[in-house]
C-alpha cells in the first residue's frame, strides 16, 4: 500500500497536475486582470504598503500550523512517538496534492508523508476523514448563517450557486458520514464493482483480489479507530472544529491585511463573509486546487468591496499566500521525501544484488595440487 502512495506521486503525475494548476491559475488570474483593467496597476503598485504583508505572512503560517494540528492531535493518540514536524509536512503535502490534482483531492499527501512516518494507515485514514467532516460542518454552519442574513454586499447570484453547493455538500457529507460510522455499506458497494471487474476482465482476477483483501482490512481497523476517537476523544474531535475554525480566520485576517496594504477600506466583517463563502463554492471545484474557479469568484465577491483597479492585485497576493506558497513548500516535501525513498529503494536493489559469497576457513582451502 505505501508503494501504491508513492507510484500515485511520481514524476509524471507531478507534472502533469501542476501544467494544469498553471493553466487554469493563468485564465483565472488573465479574467480577473480583464475585469480590473491593467492601467492603474503600476501606480496601485507603487502605492502599496507593502510592510503590511508581514502581517499577511503570518497569518499564512497560523494557517499552516492551525491545519498541521488537525492531524496532529488524532495522530498522536495512535502514535505518541510521531513529532509535529511530521504533521506539518503531512498538511503542506496534503495542500500542494490538493492544488495538482481535480476536486482538490490531496488526502493521498498527508497519508504519503505519515505511512513513511511510520503512522498506520487507516489511522491516517480515520483522521483525515474526521478533518474533513469538521471543514465541511464549518463551512454549512457558516454558509447557512451567510445565506440567512443575505448580505447587501453579495453579488445577486450568490444565493443561487450557495443552493448548489449546499447539494453538492449534502451529497458528500453523506458519503464521508457514511464512511466514518458505516464503512460496511461502502465497502459492499467497493465489492460488488469489483466483481463486476473480475468477471469481465478475468486477467485482472488476482490483482482485485488483493485489493479486496486489503480495502477489507483498513475498513476493519477504520471501524476500530473511528470507534475509539468517537467514544473516548469527543474533545479532540471538538477541537477539530476550532481549529478547522482557526485556519480559516487566519485567511480572513490574511485577506483583510492585503486589502490594508493596497489601501482598499473593506471591512473585517465584509472580508469573514465572502471568505468564508469563497471556501464554501470552491472547496468541490473540478480544477485543480480551484484555480481558476477560486480567481474568478473573487473577483465577482469584491467587486462591490474594493476599487476595480485593486482587484486583480488583491487576486493574486490573497491566492499566493493561501495556495501558491503551499504549492511550493509542500512540493519541495514531498519531493525531499521521494528522493528519501529513491535512494532506499536504489540501496535496497544493490544489496539483494551483491553476489552470495560462502567463506571457508583458510586451513580447508585447496591448494592448486588439490590439496588442503
Keep these: 500500500m505505501q508503494k501504491s502512495l508513492g507510484g500515485l506521486m511520481n514524476r509524471e503525475n507531478a507534472v502533469r497536475g501542476t501544467l494544469l494548476f498553471l493553466l487554469c491559475t493563468f485564465a483565472g488570474l488573465f479574467i480577473s486582470f480583464l475585469w480590473g483593467g491593467t492601467q492603474d496597476i503600476?501606480?496601485?503598485?507603487?502605492?502599496?504598503?507593502?510592510?503590511?504583508?508581514?502581517?499577511?505572512?503570518?497569518?499564512?503560517?497560523?494557517?499552516?500550523?492551525?491545519?498541521?494540528?488537525?492531524?496532529?492531535?488524532?495522530?498522536?493518540?495512535?502514535?505518541?512517538?510521531?513529532?509535529?514536524?511530521?504533521s506539518?509536512?503531512?498538511?503542506?503535502?496534503?495542500?500542494?496534492?490538493?492544488?495538482?490534482?481535480?476536486?482538490?483531492?490531496?488526502?493521498?499527501?498527508?497519508?504519503?508523508?505519515?505511512?513513511?512516518?511510520?503512522?498506520?494507515?487507516?489511522?491516517?485514514?480515520?483522521?483525515?476523514?474526521?478533518c474533513f467532516l469538521a471543514t465541511i460542518t464549518s463551512l454549512i454552519f457558516f454558509a447557512g448563517g451567510i445565506t440567512w442574513l443575505n448580505p447587501p454586499f453579495l453579488p445577486k447570484g450568490s444565493a443561487w450557486v450557495s443552493l448548489f453547493s449546499f447539494l453538492m455538500f449534502a451529497l458528500v457529507f453523506t458519503g464521508f458520514v457514511l464512511l466514518l460510522f458505516k464503512p460496511d455499506i461502502i465497502f459492499r458497494f467497493f465489492h460488488w464493482v469489483c466483481r463486476i471487474v473480475q468477471h469481465r476482465f478475468t486477467r485482472l482476477a488476482p490483482i482485485v483480489e488483493r485489493a479486496i483483501l486489503k480495502v477489507e482490512e483498513l475498513v476493519t481497523e477504520h471501524k476500530a479507530f473511528a470507534t475509539m476517537f468517537i467514544r473516548y476523544h469527543k474533545g479532540t474531535c471538538a477541537l477539530s472544529v476550532l481549529?478547522?475554525?482557526?485556519?480559516?480566520?487566519?485567511?480572513?485576517?490574511?485577506?483583510?491585511?492585503v486589502v490594508k496594504a493596497l489601501n482598499g477600506d473593506a471591512t473585517l466583517w465584509e472580508l469573514s463573509v465572502t471568505g468564508l463563502l469563497l471556501n464554501f463554492v470552491v472547496l468541490f471545484a473540478p480544477s485543480p486546487g480551484a484555480s481558476g474557479v477560486a480567481e474568478v469568484v473573487t473577483v465577482g465577491l469584491m467587486e462591490k468591496l474594493i476599487l476595480k483597479e485593486l482587484i486583480p492585485?488583491?487576486?493574486?497576493?490573497?491566492?499566493?499566500?493561501?495556495?501558491?506558497?503551499?504549492?511550493?513548500?509542500?512540493?519541495?516535501?514531498?519531493?525531499?521525501?521521494?528522493?528519501?525513498?529513491?535512494?532506499?529503494d536504489r540501496k535496497g536493489m544493490a544489496e539483494d544484488a551483491m553476489p552470495q559469497i560462502k567463506s571457508y576457513a583458510i586451513r580447508k582451502l585447496p591448494d592448486k595440487k588439490g590439496h588442503k
Design 243 to 257: 481549529l478547522t475554525c482557526g485556519f480559516f480566520g487566519a485567511r480572513i485576517v490574511g485577506s483583510y491585511i
Design 88 to 130: 506539518l509536512r503531512a498538511n503542506l503535502a496534503t495542500l500542494c496534492v490538493s492544488c495538482i490534482t481535480p476536486f482538490q483531492t490531496g488526502g493521498v499527501g498527508h497519508l504519503y508523508i505519515y505511512a513513511r512516518a511510520g503512522v498506520p494507515l487507516s489511522a491516517a485514514i480515520t483522521s483525515g476523514i474526521i
Design 42 to 86: 503600476k501606480r496601485v503598485f507603487n502605492e502599496m504598503q507593502a510592510q503590511l504583508l508581514f502581517g499577511a505572512c503570518l497569518c499564512m503560517f497560523v494557517d499552516w500550523i492551525f491545519g498541521a494540528l488537525r492531524f496532529h492531535i488524532f495522530i498522536r493518540k495512535v502514535t505518541p512517538e510521531i513529532k509535529f514536524r511530521d
Design 313 to 344: 492585485l488583491y487576486v493574486i497576493l490573497t491566492r499566493f499566500f493561501t495556495i501558491y506558497c503551499a504549492v511550493i513548500v509542500g512540493g519541495i516535501v514531498i519531493g525531499l521525501q521521494l528522493a528519501k525513498d529513491l535512494r532506499k
